[in-house]
């Protein structure tokens, strides 16, 4: 039997009404872990061909890893799946906070929302108690004002997951928040949770959790605590979180600024980390066990930008900031508040702004576009106000709740060349041609565009001792060069091996890639202790190698191939106009092929060959979709 | 790093007379454990095509498991590998005793013998100190005279290993004998063993093995033990070792009698368990760590066949007597007695004589070939007279001293009929008809027909809960059911994959297999607390899987398809005349064809599919053969 966990899924049936619970299948778990992998497995088999992401015929998934709420640190992560509104292929988004471990304390570890309700409604969760309760006077309220709400009316204690205006009003890349700022951001799932006319899930957990081994679970546990604790990139993380990436971004080159046509900013160290810290920071703040604390509060006293709240960490930072060639900090954390409030992507919101802010720029947009709004770079009025019309799709912001690929595609006029995008979703604040293992991650990612998918961050601060440790003596120095193609396709296969794992654990990725403290090893040793699962390191590459496949058989059965895993132009052909990667393209085609050929997918196609499928026990799949 | 092993190899070239010490490969430990794993790859590659078993260039493998010498138990085996003299293909043979651990202590975990000494040798060992010592004088001697000679010279506390008077003469059915009566005995080893002039290894070991996890150590072999004790076919196997299992295999019609005629014999209480522990047991004995103790002594005071010394378990009770429809039990103790001294495998050796009484029964053979000796059935003077006259290759001895495969080809006349080998190894003492997995058991086995390969006994005492536990509901009851066919090739497929791997790890089937006491999570939880290695059970499942297929790519190299996998036509085509089994035959090709399909192998050829050795990382092999 697997302990730590809540041990049952709970069903709900939209349409019907109906909440059914049913154990986890161990089997399952097994081959796929909890979290990422169950939704994988359990979403492939589910969700028709065909369909549009706004059909009731979509699936909705919400799951908890295999760790959520245990003690190992940083364990406090679920994840959210389905048809993406965005990529129109697999859709997946994480987030840290309370509400996953609350989930499990009440005793579940995956929510399977089926159908769509006629009506607004919520789910209430009190342990055993389930309900589908009515929403319709909460339709149409932010995400802090139904936070609010529900803890009124069951408890301060309740721990809260919903959408803002901008999933009820089927933004294309709306957010699922919960604990009012964390975000389940990418993929747009908040309006596929908006089609299903599902505005929030409210919990409240007071279960236990038995561990499998409570004898050695502290003395393991204080082990990871202890190297998490001594690994200096942790006092670092309470200081700044990931706000100071910014200054290192620039410093090699890899902000995206001016709509990625480069990768430094010359007004960065006005919306540094550093200035964050200085002038605006109230406090860090932890998610369930976390020791980082790369969350923090900030504020913004005075002026038309004045709120407390939840802070920007880098990807908003760099994405409503240089890439809008925005300076005003202010107004960039001002942005990410109202983002957080409608519940929106702020990679895809401030991308799509400053897609728009370059087609502005080379003349291809004018005010009879945008309703007369100034779309000039670095108008933070603008942005601001975007934001607001995204969320509620008003005039030119009803256009740009699209994203940005849908909308080039509406306007033409050669808008199209700007779009920074893979498979429709926005590309991170990465600039690839300073790190090219970042443009073949992002190629690669199931879920579009996507930076974390593979998260391959080992060559950019120089982890050469990892990367030995990781993939022998034969890569270096090559590897650890991130300026230099070779084996990249390497790199990105084992990365998202390895992720996709930390991903279905419900664990962060701060501590088990970057700094590089932990490693299959240590989950293997945390989940024989937690789960009394005895899985090898081999066990886990091979789950982890399996829900890779498996995501790419879901997309290639929706049409996906190579062709599909490219990067902008601008990207592949444009050498970078400034800084340390000046001169610089990304050489996609090499990498490309030699990660096809590394996970054994057809190099032509890029399709899992058949003997890597059998490989992975999903050789049935394979054949079910031919 | 790897505990609880010696940590060095011993390489020792004859030819140059030359000893080398080399430490364990780790990263073959991980793919193949050690014991017959890592017999199984080194000698893969070492042993060149097209040799002859008897060339110099044919290699000598003697190793320990990972396990040998642990506290697991009943951990005291050792197996010994090479190209088999007598099925010219993957020869490999167990044993257990106290040798194994003593080379074990000594620090050694394998002795690999290359090439061949000019004169007689005998490698002696204590502790670091290994020599290449003369052992002229001893040449000629029998086995037990060999190990008084070496305890004498080296001390009482010596273990020795070694040949008698049948491997120097190169029987090919000559076994390598340790502990005095302790033998691994099929394959014909021993006469690889003379033919490299090597007559004995001798062993004094008082170094420590370090275990990984000292504190759980003593918990977990605990554990097992009380399990182990508690478990009811101890307390019969202490009484009675394997002696009494004639009484059930004549039960069943599964006592091969007059050379595979039939299942029961007439006078089996004559020869029975329960007859030799009422009139001749002294008393059990043990090998390193075993509870059940299936070794004993025996003694028959008075007669011809006066002796005292190790007695017989149950395969040379059945072949030395029913057999040969031999009812007299003493001269049955006495020949496995003779057995042992000259060095010789009792199955091949009964089983070759039962085949020339049949001849002669028959009127194909007359006294005209045996130089005046009487063959008929149960002629007990003369399984006497022949073993001697076999072992020292006199008269008629000599040809029977190839086998009975390559005896009836000299011989010819219709002789062939008889013949019950498969792949030129005779069939051990399982009559097929009446328990179809041992059928096809004896073809898949990689070196010929051979009942431990895959051990496949679940079905034979109507093991229903483990086979439900193993392969799950949906092969019961078939599966159970020792006379269908059906689900066979699932059954002995799964069975070789833990066979191999308990033969990796020094283990004894019994307990690990019958009764089924243990299973990969518990071998598993060992490999952890003694050896450091986490492998989960999936990893050892793979981890047989790739031994099973690379012991196939050996044979097949060495031109053995389908057509090998067979059994005599008398076991296929002649229904069983009488008892339990009477009407039936083996249906060996529909098995045959359901375990290639679970193989993964070509069901035309039996060969490997491409997709398969991928899987397990043996594609590499694959093609350098091609």
Redesign the interface.
């Known amino acids: 039997m697997i302990r730590g966990i809540g041990g049952q899924i709970l069903w709900v049936d939209l349409t019907k009404g109906r909440i059914d619970k049913k154990p986890v299948d161990e089997d399952l778990v097994e081959k796929y872990l909890l979290g990422a992998g169950f939704l994988s497995r359990m979403l492939f088999d589910m969700i028709p061909l065909g369909i549009d992401p706004f059909s009731p015929k979509n699936v909705l998934g919400i799951a908890t890893g295999l760790l959520t709420a245990s003690m190992f640190p940083q364990s406090s992560r679920h994840v959210v799946a389905g048809l993406s509104p965005l990529t129109e292929i697999w859709g997946e988004s994480h987030a840290a906070g309370f509400w996953g471990p609350e989930l499990k304390l009440a005793g579940y570890d995956a929510i399977m929302f089926l159908g769509a309700s006629k009506d607004p409604v919520y789910l209430n969760i009190e342990n055993d108690k389930v309900d589908l309760l009515d929403a319709s006077h909460i339709w149409g309220a932010d995400v802090f004002e139904t936070d609010d709400w529900l803890r009124e009316k069951h408890g301060k204690r309740t721990r809260t997951l919903g959408i803002g205006q901008a999933g009820e009003n089927l933004v294309r890349f709306a957010a699922i928040m919960n604990d009012r700022d964390r975000a389940s951001a990418r993929a747009g799932l908040g309006a596929v949770m908006g089609s299903k006319n599902v505005k929030a899930v409210a919990v409240r957990g007071t279960g236990k959790i038995e561990v499998a081994d409570s004898k050695n679970y502290l003395k393991q546990m204080d082990i990871f605590f202890d190297r998490m604790l001594a690994n200096p990139f942790t006092k670092e993380r309470v200081k700044y979180g990931t706000t100071n990436l910014l200054e290192l971004m620039n410093h090699i080159g890899r902000l995206p600024t001016y709509n990625m046509k480069q990768g430094v900013f010359e007004k960065y160290e006005k919306i540094s980390g550093e200035t964050i810290t200085q002038h605006y920071l109230v406090k860090p703040r932890a998610d369930w066990n976390c020791l980082q604390r790369c969350g923090r509060y900030t504020r913004v006293k005075t002026g038309p930008y004045k709120y407390i709240g939840g802070s920007p960490e880098f990807e908003s930072q760099s994405s409503l900031g240089s890439r809008c060639g925005n300076a005003n900090i202010e107004s960039i954390l001002y942005t990410h508040h109202l983002a957080n409030m409608y519940g929106m992507d702020t990679i895809s919101l401030g991308a799509t702004i400053s897609w728009a802010m370059e087609a502005w720029d080379e003349g291809l947009l004018t005010g009879e576009d945008t309703g007369g709004i100034d779309l000039s770079w670095g108008n933070h009025e603008t942005i601001v106000k975007l934001t607001e019309m995204i969320a509620l799709r008003e005039g030119f912001g009803n256009i740009l709740a699209e994203g940005s690929e849908r909308a080039a595609a509406r306007i033409g006029r050669g808008t199209e060349e700007f779009v920074m995008t893979v498979k429709k979703q926005e590309i991170a604040g990465q600039e690839p041609r300073a790190q090219k293992s970042m443009g073949l991650a992002a190629v690669t990612a199931a879920r579009g565009a996507d930076h974390l998918y593979a998260f391959p961050v080992l060559d950019e601060a120089g982890f050469d001792v990892e990367i030995k440790k990781r993939f022998g003596n034969e890569y270096l120095p090559e590897i650890a060069d991130r300026l230099n193609p070779k084996f990249k396709g390497v790199m990105v296969k084992e990365c998202e091996d390895y992720m996709v794992v930390i991903e279905s654990l419900g664990l962060c990725k701060y501590g088990t890639q970057i700094p590089p403290e932990f490693y299959y ?1 240590d989950v ?1 040793a945390a989940l024989r202790v937690h789960n009394g699962l ?6 886990l590459k ?1 789950i982890g190698e399996r829900i890779v496949n498996l995501n790419r058989l879901f997309n290639v059965a929706r049409g996906v191939t190579r062709k599909d895993d490219s990067l902008p132009d601008r990207l592949t052909k444009e050498p970078s106009p400034v800084g340390p990667p000046k001169g610089q393209v990304v050489e996609l085609d090499d990498m490309l092929s030699e990660y096809y050929e590394h996970r054994g997918w057809d190099v032509e196609t890029g399709i899992p060959l ?2 890597t499928l ?2 992975l026990g999903l050789e049935k799949d394979w054949k079910e979709l031919l």
Chains 1, 2 share one sequence.
């Open positions: 090893e293997a005895n899985l090898s390191k081999q066990d091979t058949p003997e059998k490989c």
